[in-house]
């Protein structure tokens, strides 16, 4: 028996305790930002996991480096979590959430992101997430949830020229154009949202 979900806490994010072992998450439609103790915060929706992320500033930096900042576009790709028992909040090493490996990266990187104390910046390696063919596409749940072109552009590009999802991104998309926010068309032969 594997008792991870019973060591979850009563929360509504992944808080750090829970990451008895590294886990990879894949990013789902619906991510945004949001308000936590008066601050704006970025919640980071998973695939197949009913509670936020709230990456720490350092971690939206290895993000933003490697994925840049729009955050629809990160819909299908994957990061790999893990507690780090050394994280500081004041006095106190209260543990947190940080990202060693993602996917949609090359090669193995160095972000800069910022370090305890104003001003400071510190190295962070990020090693990539091996391509492999298990790779799933995304489920119909996830491009049902879709709410804007980039979102189903992202879950395009994962479907790895999958037919059958691809109509599924096709009807979606169909649907998003007859809402007076959608904008742009589907070009199969470019593959893009124009």
Not at 12 to 38: C, H, M, W
Not at 120 to 125: A, E, F
Not at 156 to 179: C, F, G, P, Q, V
Request: aromatic content about 6%.
């Amino acid at each position: 028996m594997d008792i991870t979900e019973a060591l979850a806490p009563a929360s509504d994010q992944l808080d750090a305790v829970e990451l008895v072992n590294p886990r990879t998450f894949t990013i789902a439609p619906g991510s945004k930002l949001g308000k936590r103790d008066g601050k704006t915060v970025a919640e980071i929706r998973f695939v197949d996991f009913d509670r936020v992320w709230r990456p720490s500033k350092g971690m939206l930096d290895v993000l933003a480096a490697c994925w840049g900042t729009k955050a629809e576009a990160w819909v299908g790709h994957q990061v790999t979590v893990y507690n780090d028992p050394d994280v500081m909040y004041g006095k106190d090493k209260v543990g947190g959430v940080r990202i060693s490996h993602l996917s949609h990266i090359d090669k193995a990187r160095i972000v800069t992101i910022r370090g305890a104390g104003a001003g400071r910046k510190k190295p962070w390696p990020v090693q990539p997430i091996a391509e492999t063919a298990a790779t799933k596409p995304p489920t119909s749940a996830q491009i049902a949830s879709c709410a804007t072109p980039d979102e189903l552009m992202a879950l395009w590009d994962a479907s790895t020229k999958d037919d059958d999802t691809r109509a599924l991104i096709k009807a979606r998309k169909a649907e998003l154009d007859t809402t007076p926010t959608a904008q742009g068309t589907l070009d199969e032969e470019q593959g893009v949202l124009a």
